[in-house]
């Protein structure tokens, strides 16, 4: 059973979540909470994924993450916005959070993203996803460094960190491959050290930054 904690500042948002995601059998909200209550329900509950409002009149969402993040077991964390763009959601990614989800994401497929945030995946919102890259800098000094770290990595291995980026799990990199999902860890456990990050979303965000997303053919169906 995946347990999971509703953090948002508004009830009705947070009951309809608790109601679609109430639906599947392998998914349980043990909590929902307001901003303010966010870290102590989440140490209380100890969920497997927690769903956080970016933006919070009570406590900032990012601030939420940072101390979530801090503690001694945090539980895999998606942000939820209401825009499109939202400025918060690169600080965000880059603060650990595993990916991000428009509120009104089809209800339909909502239980099958959790699913893949408590695999070790990253979700992100195809909508708001285009939209984070089309509105960042058009050109950032790290870009010709991502380009340099993406370059050590085998050809399998720049494979497998775009279907990270894509928010496959192992399982499912695995299955795309014809590869074991131990081999996949492997190789994502030697991606990580490659690029010198710790987490998949860098790895996603590394990869954009490096054009590896923009190419037709990225991997073998």
Known sequence: MIRVVVVDDEALVRSG???????????????TASGGEAVATVRRERP??????????DTDGLTVL???QALPQPPVVAMLTTFDADEYVIAALRSGAAGFLLKDTDPDQ???????LAAGGVVMSPKASRAVWQNRPAVSPAD??????????TEREREVLVLVAEGLSN?????RMHLSAGTIKDHVSAILAKLRITSRVQAA????R????????????
Not at 17 to 31: P, Q, T
Not at 110 to 116: D, E, G, I, P, S
């Open 17 to 31: 979540f608790r109601l679609i995601l109430g639906a599947a059998e392998d998914i349980e909200v043990v909590a």
């Open 48 to 57: 497997d994924v927690l769903l956080l409002d970016i933006r919070m009149p």
């Open 66 to 68: 940072r101390e979530v």
């Open 110 to 116: 909502l239980a099958q993203l959790v699913r893949t």
């Open 144 to 153: 010709g460094e991502a380009a340099d770290l993406v370059a050590k990595l």
């Open 171 to 175: 399982a499912m990199i695995g299955k």
């Open 205 to 208: 965000l590394l990869a954009e």
């Open 210 to 221: 490096a054009g590896l997303l923009d190419r037709p053919n990225r991997a073998t169906p």
